[in-house]
T-cell receptor
Framework: GIQVEQSPPDLILQEGANSTLRCNFS?????LQWFHQNPWGQLINLFY???GTKQNGRLSATTVATERYSLLYISSSQTTDSGVYFC????????????FGTGTRLTIIP | NAGVMQNPRHLVRRRGQEARLRCSPM?????VYWYRQLPEEGLKFMVY????????ESGMPKERFSAEFPKEGPSILRIQQVVRGDSAAYFC???????????????FGDGTRLSIL
């Protein structure tokens, strides 16, 4: 099955800072999702982005499928952005089950 | 709220008891997926179901675990004779179609936190 690596594993930032989170995957994908797991454990859908760029408020994401990576940008960080960010891709091309990355733990300090 | 509904949010069981976790997919979604998250780890796929059918159970432990998605009612993940290692968060997701047929994202519920005493 596909391998999914995220970097950095941990990130500590001051409120107001910008950040870039990376997701590398080992094989071709036709789908990719970004999630935020908040400190209460809830999993929040951020983006469904198999290719191209999308923006939603202070967050944006870019997937370059041909080079097998995706980036999540967070601008003007707020303390509510703290939590773990996961990317997930189909385990095999065209498959339904998702393989999750290792996650990036983001801590925003007031 | 038309989101994926899971209950209970928290479930405590003693070793040897049975645990039943329920998941109602989003309205109009006929594909259900169960994932397990062990402490400090990412989510791992367990099983993929459509109404009355198990499509892929390659991530399910061979013993004690079973899942169903009946024609009427929620999907159920059942764990018999629970052990301490079953302590985890169990997430359910749903989609209107599978990736092969439509390429739709999976929408996740808030999870059930299972604790084994």
């Amino acid at each position: 099955g596909i391998q999914v690596e995220q970097s950095p594993p941990d990130l500590i930032l001051q409120e107001g800072a910008n950040s870039t989170l990376r997701c590398n995957f080992s094989d071709s994908v036709n789908n990719l999702q970004w999630f935020h797991q908040n400190p209460w454990g809830q999993l929040i859908n951020l983006f469904y982005i198999p290719s191209g760029t999308k923006q939603n408020g202070r967050l944006s994401a870019t997937t370059v499928a041909t080079e097998r990576y995706s980036l999540l940008y967070i601008s003007s960080s707020q303390t509510t952005d703290s939590g773990v960010y996961f990317c997930a891709v189909p385990t095999n091309f065209g498959n339904e089950k998702l393989t999750f990355g290792t996650g990036t733990r983001l801590t925003i300090i007031p | 709220n038309a989101g994926v509904m899971q209950n209970p949010r928290h479930l405590v069981r003693r070793r040897g008891q049975e645990a039943r976790l329920r998941c109602s997919p989003m309205k109009g979604h006929s594909h259900v997926y169960w994932y397990r998250q062990l402490p400090e780890e990412g989510l791992k796929f367990m099983v993929y179901l459509q109404k009355e059918n198990i499509i892929d159970e390659s991530g399910m432990p061979k013993e004690r675990f079973s899942a169903e998605f009946p024609k009427e009612g929620p999907s159920i993940l059942r764990i018999q004779q629970v052990v301490r290692g079953d302590s985890a968060a169990y997430f359910c997701a749903s989609s209107p179609t599978g990736f092969r047929t439509g390429g739709q994202p999976q929408h996740f519920g808030d999870g059930t936190r299972l604790s084994i005493l």
